[in-house]
């Protein structure tokens, strides 16, 4: 009897740990997915004071469960090794904070700036993303940003790359909108990016998260700007999205600074 409480009670704290632990495995997750991501994020903080204290202090108990899974279900081993690097990446992300926001009336005294600054005035056609890597720099704290549009508005969204930096140039990468897409497909697990009309979905199974959804702004008629801090080392994702446009390609002013 003592022996099967004792079984019970270590798989009850490992099902609480599994799926509570873990806010982003939903009960729409594949149940699989749900197994294999729950053990490898389990495996990776039980050795933290928040993971010892969850299981009750017994490391030993529960890789013994863990071992167990894997002992009595082979199959799972060959697909373990896609869900290690999401499992740890999750473990390791910090929540964003959401970015500080503002607009002004001063589009001609910004655009007029602008014009004499190189690559600062771009066009995005039809179809395209502009995107804006810039990553964190030593010297600063914070990442800014201020764009207006010309004649018609533009989607804007950021997020926020956790890889390791590994040069500190401002970068611009314009893509496809089926291009953009395919890659948030392979790093988002096939999921919907979203409609920039409706805000984009946060970037749930990657090392990307999302600071700003993508939304249309009325940047055409008013300067959009505002800053975030640093939540760390990596690179800010700046996306200017006019793949819903068919015809009209935009005139983007636009700048991007660090502040202490």
Known sequence: IDKLESTSERQSRLTVLSVSSFPWITSKTNPLDRLLTSLVCFQVNQQSPAGQQAMGGDVEESNIIISHVFEHCSCLVPMLSSHIVYGCALAQMPPLKPPSTWTSMAMKELKSKLRLEKDRVVTVKQGKILTVHVPTVPEGKQVCWEFATDSYDIAFGI???????????????????????????????????????KGSKSLANSNIGE???????????????????????????????NSYSLWRNKTLYYRVYYSA
Do not use: C
């Not at 930096?165 to 697990?189: C, F, K, M, P, R």
């Not at 300067?223 to 200017?240: D, R």
């Open 159 to 197: 997020s926020f790359d956790w890889n390791p930096v590994t040069s500190q140039a401002i970068t611009v990468h314009i893509s496809e909108s089926s291009d953009d897409e395919e890659e948030e497909n392979q790093l988002e697990g096939l999921i919907n990016p979203g409609d920039v009309e």
């Open 211 to 241: 600071i700003l959804p993508v939304y249309r702004l009325d940047s055409h008629m008013a300067v959009q700007g505002g800053s975030h801090e640093y939540p760390g080392e990596g690179t800010y994702l700046l996306k200017f999205n």
